[in-house]
Nanobody, 127 residues
Framework: QVQLVESGGGLVQAGGSLRLACVAS????????VGWFRQAPGKEREFVAG????????YYANSVKGRFIISRDNPKNTVYLQMNSLKPEDSAVYYC????????????????????WGQGTQVTVSS
C-alpha cells in the first residue's frame, strides 16, 4: 500500500502562487497516474489536475486551466501542483490521489478509480 503526504499549502493573497508536493512512500508510483482533487467546505470533492504514469498526458479542470501546472519527478516519487494566479475560489483542502490501475492510458479524473488518497493540505486564498 502506498502512503501519500501532501505539503505546500498555506495562506496566500489573491494573485499569488503556491506549489504543492505529494510524496509517495511504500512503493514506487512511477507506473501509476496521479491526480489532484480539492474539496471546499460544503462542497463535493472535485477534480483539479491529473497526469498519466508516463507524464505524457496532463489534464486540467476548466476552472484552473492556464493557471495550474501538474508535473511529476519519478526518481523522487513525487508529484507537484504549481498553482499561479490564485483566486479566493481556489480555497480548499487539496488531495493527492494515485490511480488504482497500473499504466492507465488516460488521466484519472473521478474519485472512484483512485486507489490511494493523501491526507490533504489546506490552501486558503484571501481577497
Amino acid at each position: 500500500q502506498v502512503q501519500l503526504v501532501e505539503s505546500g499549502g498555506g495562506l496566500v493573497q489573491a494573485g499569488g502562487s503556491l506549489r504543492l508536493a505529494c510524496v509517495a512512500s511504500g512503493r514506487s508510483i512511477s507506473d501509476y497516474g496521479v491526480g489532484w482533487f480539492r474539496q471546499a467546505p460544503g462542497k463535493e470533492r472535485e477534480f483539479v489536475a491529473g497526469i498519466t504514469w508516463s507524464g505524457g498526458i496532463t489534464y486540467y479542470a476548466n476552472s484552473v486551466k492556464g493557471r495550474f501546472i501538474i508535473s511529476r519527478d519519478n526518481p523522487k516519487n513525487t508529484v507537484y501542483l504549481q498553482m499561479n494566479s490564485l483566486k479566493p475560489e481556489d480555497s480548499a483542502v487539496y488531495y493527492c490521489a494515485v490511480d488504482r490501475t497500473i499504466r492507465r492510458s488516460v488521466v484519472i479524473t473521478i474519485p472512484n478509480i483512485v486507489g490511494s488518497w493523501g491526507q490533504g493540505t489546506q490552501v486558503t486564498v484571501s481577497s
